[in-house]
């Protein structure tokens, strides 16, 4: 699994419809749903009639941490939910990219944030491994 400075990312030779279905059934695996989906390549047409790669962002939620979180430090909410993305990549396959939330989290700055951080990548990274 490659792990860029912000995100957990993997790669995957499968058809883009068939790892967004994956990954839509891995995330519940961890307790995460899915409370936000935006479709940018469908928005980038209609809003400014350009063609995109496929590209879907996530907005994905674990009840549970995201309490914990939020009853921590109540401004959390600003990097909240996590978000995973699923896109079309230039070698020809497809790419999943979860935030990393030890590096959103951080910029918090308490200390408190760091445990439920670091769970909730290790979630994310289970899921990677499942889809």
Do not use: Q, W
Not at 4 to 21: C, G, M, N, Q, T
Not at 46 to 69: E, Q, S, V, W
Not at 83 to 101: F, K, L
């Amino acid at each position: 699994m490659k792990i860029k400075k912000y995100a957990i990312s993997k790669k995957f030779d499968a058809p883009y419809d068939e790892v967004v279905l994956r990954v839509r059934e891995a995330l519940p695996t961890e307790g995460f749903g899915v409370l936000t989906e935006i479709d940018v390549k469908a928005t980038l047409k209609k809003k400014l009639d350009k063609d995109f790669r496929n590209y879907i962002i996530l907005g994905a939620c674990n009840p549970t941490y995201a309490h914990m979180a939020l009853s921590t430090e109540v401004e959390i909410g600003i990097l909240l939910p996590c978000n995973v993305i699923v896109y079309d990549n230039d070698e020809g396959g497809v790419t999943v990219s979860a935030m990393d939330p030890t590096v959103a989290l951080e910029v918090t700055g308490n200390k408190a944030i760091e445990p439920i951080a670091k769970e909730v990548k290790e979630k994310l990274e289970r899921i990677l491994e499942r889809v």
